[in-house]
């Protein structure tokens, strides 16, 4: 019967891509081939210590030029692709309580495609950036969460985003300066000391990192409660 019920649905409901909502085959997958395509291809080299984009001929040893003289709580950073273009577009879309499904599809997607990479992580638990209890009752949920979820289910890791908690509500990172940002985040977060943390390396989730100083702030947190090792994991590295 689930054949012929996914067939009369697909006739109710077409299958469309989840971003630029192109009609789809009923087996196609959620996203169409050039959406995944530009979901997928970074074309940018990277920095290991922080996600920047850096260039082809850069010295990143110890970390690219931006990150180098920054002592980071976190010991490296991983992202799926640069903060532009159509990842750009599909991540504000997460913003909004309609866009959990996109975010969880984003972080299956990510999973799939860079496997290899985040297992080399060495992860032990996976722990979402959490927002403010007053901002996800407005939003409905937490699109870091929603992502965090889909990529602990395909590495086969523990979700715990009762690990690290956000004490205040503060003002959109977007809207500060790159200076202020440090300062708007500054003690923000709080990870009780527990057992299960003690010794443990977390994989660090979120949606986008623009100066590291958000990621750096919950970093601290779960260092200070007891994980042995930090590292992070962002759909999108912006520098603006």
């Known amino acids: 019967m689930r054949p ?3 067939g009369l649905l697909h006739l109710l409901y077409p299958a469309a891509c989840h971003v630029c909502r192109v009609p789809l085959a009923p087996a196609a997958g959620p996203f169409c ?18 996600a920047g984009t850096v260039g082809p001929y850069a010295h990143v040893a ?6 180098r003289p920054l002592r980071l709580p976190f010991e490296q950073a991983v992202r799926l692709g640069s903060y532009e273009g159509t990842l750009r577009d599909a991540i504000l879309r997460l913003k909004h309580l309609s866009g959990e499904t996109l975010a969880e599809l984003l972080g299956e997607l990510w999973a799939e495609y860079a496997a290899p990479r ?3 992580l060495s992860a032990d638990a996976v722990v979402p950036v959490p927002l ?9 949920y937490n699109q870091s969460e929603a992502v965090a979820r889909a990529l ?5 890791l523990p979700l715990h985003p009762n690990w690290l908690r956000r004490l205040r509500n503060t003002a959109m990172q977007t809207r500060q300066s790159p200076t202020a940002r440090a300062d708007n985040v500054r003690g923000a977060f709080h ?4 057992p299960e943390i003690k010794g443990r390396s ?10 590291g100083s958000t990621a750096g702030e919950a970093a601290r947190a779960l260092r200070k409660a007891g994980a042995a090792r930090v590292v992070v994991a962002v759909l999108a590295r912006s520098h603006s």
């Open 152 to 156: 602990a289910g395909r590495l086969g």
């Open 62 to 67: 110890e970390g690219c030029p931006r990150c």
């Open 33 to 50: 081939d050039a959406c995944r395509s530009a979901l997928t291809d970074d074309p940018h080299d990277t920095c290991p210590r922080c």
């Open 132 to 140: 403010h209890w007053r901002r996800r009752l407005g939003r409905g």
């Open 202 to 211: 977390v994989l660090l989730v979120d949606d986008v990192m623009t100066t």
């Open 191 to 194: 990870a009780r000391p527990r």
């Open 4 to 6: 012929l019920l996914y």
């Open 118 to 120: 985040l297992t080399a």
